[in-house]
């Protein structure tokens, strides 16, 4: 059962992972889960 707490630590870990492979990957922006 999710709870907001688990929603937020996925969003959170989405953005830092996006971001970080946005620095490696040229489309990681784009093809990341958020800005």
Known sequence: ???HADWNAASLA?????RS???D???G???GFGP
């Open 1 to 3: 059962m999710s709870t």
């Open 21 to 23: 492979w946005a620095k």
């Open 29 to 31: 922006v784009i093809i």
């Open 25 to 27: 990957e040229p489309g």
């Open 14 to 18: 989405a953005k830092v992972f996006s």
